[in-house]
């Protein structure tokens, strides 16, 4: 089992930045991808960002440029820092851990998921 506790969510401008801790422990994989969804009020849940364990990175067009996705493995820690941050980003945030290197955009492919933080742009 891994337990993922999200964190750094809450209230913020349009155009403000922040960022989301996600912080993973009990089982380790050698080889992982940890990633991060979000899930708006009656949409589905998309992917954002993820990366894998030995560098790989990848985003979703729409936070390309804003969105940075980064991690300190020795922590078992990925960070996702958000930048001119915009209304349509407000979502519940969640991060998800997948063993291996392939970088899947579809929630169906990660195996441990958190508990989601709130993140909410005014405009």
């Known amino acids: 089992q891994v337990q993922l506790v999200e964190s750094g969510g809450g209230l913020v401008q349009a155009g403000d930045s922040q960022r989301l801790s996600c912080a993973a422990s009990g089982r380790t994989y050698s080889n992982y991808v940890m990633a991060w969804f979000r899930q708006a009020p009656g949409k589905e849940r998309e992917f954002v960002a993820a990366?894998?364990?030995?560098?790989?990175?990848n985003y979703a067009d729409s936070v390309k440029v804003r969105f940075t996705i980064s991690r300190d493995n020795a922590k078992n820690t990925v960070y996702l820092q958000m930048n001119s941050l915009k209304p349509e980003d407000t979502a519940v945030y969640y991060c998800a851990v997948r063993s291996g290197r392939m970088i899947y955009r579809s929630t169906d492919q990660y195996d441990y998921w958190g508990q989601g933080t709130q993140v909410t742009v005014s405009s």
């Open positions: 990366s894998w364990s030995g560098g790989t990175t």
